[in-house]
């Protein structure tokens, strides 16, 4: 299943997408692909500023990772306290 066109509603590659389009999951359905998608780490790691974003941005274990190899392991120990906030119309407010 396309997580795009089931999160966001579309996906740029169309009919080229290897994964399944197909009819839009119920709310309640898209939040548990939303949580499992979180499990994937973004490939833009901390620096990602997409609000659309539906990978992980951070260890869903950090202190308490027990793995060798951790896809997380550079987002490991980050400071979680917010520094900007982006809404949805592009308006950026940086915090203090």
Request: proline share 4%.
């Amino acid at each position: 299943m396309c997580n795009n066109y089931q999160l966001l509603g579309k996906c740029s590659n169309g009919n080229s997408c290897g994964y399944a389009h197909g009819d839009r999951l119920d709310v309640k359905k898209q939040l548990a692909l939303r949580r499992k998608a979180r499990e994937r780490v973004c490939p833009f790691g901390s620096d990602c500023r997409e609000i659309d974003c539906f990978f992980g941005h951070q260890c869903p274990r950090d202190s308490a990772c027990i793995w060798d190899i951790c896809y997380f392991e550079d987002l490991h120990g980050l400071d979680p306290t917010p520094r900007m906030k982006t809404y949805e119309n592009g308006e950026v407010d940086i915090l203090s």
